[in-house]
């Protein structure tokens, strides 16, 4: 021991190379172990977890891209819907409302209403429409319950006209080859003019309430 140490004192400077040395190789192999270690984990990317992460993605861009598309389909089938409207208003002969306010039959219009039967419809389910339309219309004002009729019979269609009314109108809309809620604005009428006389509205003050800005509003 004293020998070595003894050697250690004599040659002192090469003893510090050497430790030098010896920790320049320990540190050279730690770090290519964790170089080693990183490709590794580069080479195997991505992983299971991030795979099934990535397909998630993939899928859900898939779904986006067939949604679009099928609001392009539907955007296409508006545009025809709203040329066959238009064709229609402009033959008189086949319009089933006359435009002018307030807005009201027109004969053809009260013959389809009549082929239908859809007073009969209507008459058998009254008490519920009427009372719905008191609960749920925006206000009592003549305009607002008109657009509350029109929107009634467009999102409650079977319990305006139950059924088998529905079903009629439905079947001949497709013979006409018309958008249904074009005939459903004859049953909208007919409810319309039931509720004023019960509750002695004036279908004249339908004016006094329609809004005058040149862009009918909405309705709930």
Same mark, same amino acid.
């Given at each position: 021991?004293?020998?070595?140490?003894?050697?250690?004192?004599?040659?002192?400077?090469?003893?510090?190379?050497?430790?030098?040395?010896?920790?320049?190789?320990y540190?050279?192999?730690?770090?290519?172990?964790?170089?080693?270690?990183?490709?590794?984990?580069?080479?195997?990317?991505?992983?299971e977890?991030?795979?099934?992460?990535?397909?998630?993605?993939?899928?859900?861009?898939?779904?986006?891209?067939?949604?679009?598309?099928?609001?392009?389909?539907?955007?296409?089938?508006?545009?025809?819907?709203?040329?066959?409207?238009? +064709?229609? !208003?402009?033959? $008189? &002969?086949?319009?089933?409302?006359?435009? %002018?306010?307030?807005?009201? *039959?027109?004969?053809?219009?009260?013959?389809?209403?009549?082929?239908?039967?859809?007073?009969?419809?209507?008459?058998?389910?009254?008490?519920?429409?009427?009372?719905?339309?008191?609960?749920?219309?925006?206000?009592?004002?003549?305009?607002?319950?008109?657009?509350?009729?029109?929107?009634?019979?467009?999102l409650?269609? +079977?319990? !305006?006209?139950? $059924? &088998?009314?529905?079903?009629?109108v439905? %079947?001949?809309?497709?013979? *006409?080859g018309?958008?249904?809620?074009?005939?459903?604005?004859a049953?909208?009428?007919?409810?319309?003019?039931?509720?004023?006389?019960?509750?002695?509205?004036?279908?004249?003050?339908?004016?006094?309430?329609?809004?005058?800005s040149?862009?009918?509003e909405?309705?709930?």
């Amino acid at each position: 021991m004293n020998a070595f140490l003894s050697f250690l004192f004599e040659n002192w400077p090469y003893a510090i190379w050497i430790a030098i040395g010896g920790i320049v190789v320990y540190l050279y192999f730690i770090i290519k172990n964790k170089a080693d270690g990183a490709h590794t984990k580069i080479t195997n990317l991505p992983c299971e977890a991030h795979r099934e992460l990535l397909n998630k993605y993939e899928h859900e861009i898939i779904m986006q891209n067939k949604k679009l598309s099928t609001i392009d389909v539907l955007n296409g089938k508006f545009d025809v819907m709203m040329q066959t409207l238009q +064709t229609m !208003a402009g033959n $008189r &002969e086949w319009s089933i409302t006359k435009t %002018l306010s307030p807005i009201s *039959l027109t004969d053809y219009g009260k013959s389809l209403a009549d082929e239908l039967n859809m007073e009969h419809y209507i008459l058998s389910n009254w008490k519920t429409i009427s009372k719905y339309i008191e609960d749920n219309s925006e206000s009592m004002n003549p305009y607002d319950i008109q657009q509350f009729c029109f929107n009634y019979v467009l999102l409650k269609t +079977t319990d !305006a006209l139950s $059924r &088998e009314g529905h079903d009629r109108v439905k %079947l001949k809309a497709f013979t *006409l080859g018309v958008p249904i809620f074009d005939l459903l604005q004859a049953a909208a009428i007919i409810i319309r003019d039931k509720f004023f006389k019960e509750h002695n509205i004036n279908i004249a003050d339908i004016d006094i309430f329609e809004p005058k800005s040149g862009v009918e509003e909405g309705c709930n």
